[in-house]
């Protein structure tokens, strides 16, 4: 059971348009219509199980076929399998594939409650970090900006902001990310905004990373794919770093740069995995 203190802190409040269990099973077609405009969509058995792990607040949860949903939690998500039986509510699958963009293999789909602003702002600007923020300035592309919270996610990083115009919570990007959005905490600022801590800009004309230990609460920015690092980012950064690259390569893709980073950042025995 959640306790009330956990949800508070994960900016949950009792006034919001809730639904409860019988609300579910009675009609969870016209549940899922009501609520989908403000809610995070879950797209696929896997997105759904990572949301529930990392204990995020799902509103409706519909499979066009219920048992081989539970049949993939059986093998693949015991941890979870007694919440996703109660969650679960089988609709046709014609009515399934009405209410997603793009039909998943799984045949699941889920509405959870997405996190506050001012939730993911107190996790990003806590005090003491034992992990760094990961900021992508401006990126475009919403499949990098998944691969890169499934990322922070799994090194346990502190968080993922975006800056510019690109939504963090895109539906494309959530499913990018497989759900993992609830494991770390994602939101969108300005520059001006950034959470406190020296600012590690990755760059291709930087210092060799190699010659650096990144600390525990370092913000760790990462250009657009386009353009690179904005001129505002680089006037915060305090240090240049680039990734080892041979000559006539121009730069590597920016999902796989935060990749090789957070790895570095790890291998000096920082990660607070386990
Ligand atoms: C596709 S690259 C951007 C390329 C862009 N044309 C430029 O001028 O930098 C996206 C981001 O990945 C990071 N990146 C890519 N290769 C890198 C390298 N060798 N060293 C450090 N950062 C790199 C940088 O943060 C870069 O802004």
Redesign the pocket.
């Known amino acids: 059971m959640k306790d009330l203190a956990d949800d508070r802190d994960r900016g949950r409040t009792d006034d919001r348009d809730r639904t409860d269990d019988r609300d579910r099973a009675k009609d969870p077609v016209d549940t899922w219509r009501r609520l989908a405009g403000d809610s995070v969509l879950l797209d696929g058995f896997h997105a759904l199980k990572h949301a529930v792990r990392f204990r995020a607040e799902v509103l409706v949860a519909v499979t066009g076929d219920r048992r081989a949903a539970l049949a993939l939690a059986d093998e693949l998500a015991p941890d979870v399998r007694d919440t996703l039986d109660g969650l679960l509510v089988e609709v046709p699958e014609a009515a399934y594939r009405s209410l997603v963009p793009r039909p998943h293999p799984t045949a699941v789909a889920a509405l959870a409650v997405r996190p506050s602003r001012e939730a993911s702002l107190r996790a990003l600007t806590a005090t003491h970090r034992t992990a760094p923020v990961v900021v992508l300035?401006q990126p475009r592309n919403l499949g990098n900006a998944g691969a890169v919270i499934r990322l922070a996610a799994g090194f346990g990083a502190t968080g993922v902001v975006t800056t510019g115009t690109l939504d963090p919570w895109h539906p494309t990007v959530v499913r990018g990310g497989a759900g993992l959005h609830f494991a770390t905490a994602v939101e969108r600022l300005t520059v001006a905004e950034l959470p406190s801590g020296p600012v590690f800009?990755?760059?291709?004309e930087?210092e060799d990373?190699r010659g650096t230990k990144l600390p525990d609460d370092a913000v760790l920015?990462?250009?657009?794919?386009?353009?690179?690092?904005s001129p505002e980012l680089r006037a915060r950064a305090d240090h240049l770093?680039?990734?080892?690259?041979r000559p006539q390569v121009?730069?590597?893709?920016?999902a796989t740069?935060v990749a090789m980073t957070l790895f570095h950042w790890s291998a000096a025995g920082g990660a607070p995995i386990g």
Do not use: C, T
């Open positions: 300035d800009a990755l760059d291709p930087g990373i920015a990462f250009g657009s794919e386009r353009s690179g690092l770093v680039s990734l080892p690259m121009s730069s590597y893709n920016l740069s």
